[in-house]
T-cell receptor
Framework: GAGVSQSPSNKVTEKGKDVELRCDPISGHTALYWYRQSLGQGLEFLIYFQGNSAPDKSGLPSDRFSAERTGGSVSTLTIQRTQQEDSAVYLCASSLGTSGREQYFGPGTRLTVT | AQSVTQPDIHITVSEGASLELRCNYSYGATPYLFWYVQSPGQGLQLLLKYFSGDTLVQGIKGFEAEFKRSQSSFNLRKPSVHWSDAAEYFC??????????????FGTGTRLKVLA
């Protein structure tokens, strides 16, 4: 079976433009997470979707960041009016549920804001 | 506050030498514990996990980790390192956050360099 996929793998954008990053989780995984990984840093939690519950948005750094998950599957992370400090690798992960299930990570999208 | 600490940012070992990567966590109860490895340009791959039971857990690629409750630690070990082990290693905990939702908290990672 396919793993978690993300697109694009690389994105270069100009400051002030909007970007959309896509994540396709493993089929049947009800939980989906977005993380940001800046150079030399660990993983910064952004947002979490679990089934039909309201998402946990507590990690989003500003209101320029938003995410949605359609039909309980594909998720899109949108960054509006990008800033240079948004440059990072954005990782998506999915899991079968909560309570200790391990996460399966996608390869990430490297975002560069010029 | 809930946190994960990996005190070693970089570690360099010779091929064939033993390895230990340190991980400490701060949490009121025993969390679920994970080690992930990230090769350059790749996503994270699970090496091993601890939920309960035997405190010494075996993982893939010859890695093992030991949970020590008294020290709030979950150190990763390998008796003989191979050049292909050069990567970044992340310790993570899974726990119920104060918001009531289940969360993973990652350490900042340890970058391993292997000398031939």
């Amino acid at each position: 079976g396919a793993g978690v996929s993300q697109s694009p793998s690389n994105k270069v954008t100009e400051k002030g433009k909007d970007v959309e990053l896509r994540c396709d989780p493993i089929s049947g995984h009800t939980a989906l997470y977005w993380y940001r990984q800046s150079l030399g840093q660990g993983l910064e939690f952004l947002i979490y979707f679990q089934g039909n519950s309201a998402p946990d948005k507590s990690g989003l750094p500003s209101d320029r960041f938003s995410a949605e998950r359609t039909g309980g599957s594909v998720s899109t992370l949108t960054i509006q009016r990008t800033q240079q400090e948004d440059s990072a690798v954005y990782l998506c992960a999915s899991s079968l549920g909560t309570s200790g299930r391990e996460q399966y990570f996608g390869p990430g999208t490297r975002l560069t804001v010029t | 506050a809930q946190s994960v600490t990996q005190p070693d940012i970089h570690i360099t070992v010779s091929e064939g030498a033993s390895l230990e990567l340190r991980c400490n966590y701060s949490y009121g109860a025993t969390p679920y514990l994970f080690w992930y490895v990230q090769s350059p340009g790749q996503g994270l791959q699970l090496l091993l996990k601890y939920f309960s039971g035997d405190t010494l857990v075996q993982g893939i690629k010859g890695f093992e980790a030991e949970f020590k409750r008294s020290q709030s630690s979950f150190n990763l070990r390998k008796p003989s390192v191979h050049w292909s082990d050069a990567a970044e290693y992340f310790c993570a905990v899974g726990l119920i956050a104060t918001s009531g939702t289940y969360k993973y908290i990652f350490g900042t990672g340890t970058r391993l360099k292997v000398l031939a």
